[in-house]
């Protein structure tokens, strides 16, 4: 059973657009919503995070929009540019635990 | 060091043959993770440990891994026998632990274990 799900696979976008990820999730106990940047040959590295008690959250081109009731989240990228070119992971948390629970990725591409 | 070190970066193994990965945590930081990353996939949770006790080991594929963290610093994960589907890269990860919302979890670059 897949908790978390991402879209796109894969995203093309050109140079100053914005780029769009999208995930939702099922568990209601989650908690924490982190997004992480992977580039090749490296480990995720996180770009930005929020809790579900917040709507949206901004990190300079970088922005989360959550949606409690629809139980989906998503990653805005403003003035994309070819060094954003990575595969992008949201992910969802919950209990002090706090394993994470990852979507599939979305790579995106940002065509100069 | 300042981050996530595991090593080795890179590991084959003949099909049968016993692993052991290890991860040097951010020091001081009290959670670890263990993670397996598919070709073209998220990674996914293998177990965690919160000092040198192993509070959830529910992700492990089977009783061929297993994981250790004695001092409650270096960790080591082991898998024997391995197995061609034990092909992955594995990452690791450390948290400092609050009691509070969730903190951050660093991943080291992750060892690719190839199974031939």
């Known amino acids: 059973q897949q908790q978390v799900k991402q879209s796109p696979q894969s995203l093309i976008v050109q140079k100053g657009g914005i780029s769009i990820i999208n995930c939702a999730y099922e568990n209601t106990a989650f908690d924490y919503f982190p997004w992480y940047q992977q580039f090749p040959g490296k480990g995720p590295a996180l770009l930005i995070a929020i809790r579900p008690d917040v709507s949206e959250k901004k990190e300079g081109r970088f922005t989360i929009s959550f949606n409690k009731s629809a139980k989906q989240f998503s990653l805005h990228i403003m003035d994309s540019q070819p060094g954003d070119s990575a595969t992008y992971f949201c992910a969802a948390s919950g209990g002090s635990q706090g394993n994470l629970i990852f979507g599939k990725g979305t790579k995106l591409s940002v065509k100069p | 060091g300042a981050g996530v070190s595991q090593s080795p970066r890179y590991k084959v193994a003949k099909r049968g043959q016993d692993v052991a990965l290890r991860c040097d945590p951010i020091s001081g930081h009290v959670s670890l993770f263990w993670y397996q990353q598919a070709l073209g996939q998220g990674p996914e949770f293998l177990t965690y440990?919160?000092?040198?006790?192993?509070?959830?080991k529910s992700g492990l594929p089977s009783d061929r891994f297993f994981a250790e963290r004695p001092e409650g610093s270096v960790s080591t994960l082991k898998i024997q026998r391995t197995q061609q589907e034990d092909s992955a890269v594995y990452l690791c990860?450390?948290?400092?632990?609050?009691?509070?919302?969730?903190?951050?979890?660093?991943f080291g670059q992750g060892t690719r274990l190839t199974v031939v």
């Open positions: 440990f919160q000092n040198e006790a192993q509070l959830d």
């Open positions: 990860a450390s948290r400092a632990y609050s009691r509070g919302w969730n903190t951050e979890a660093f």
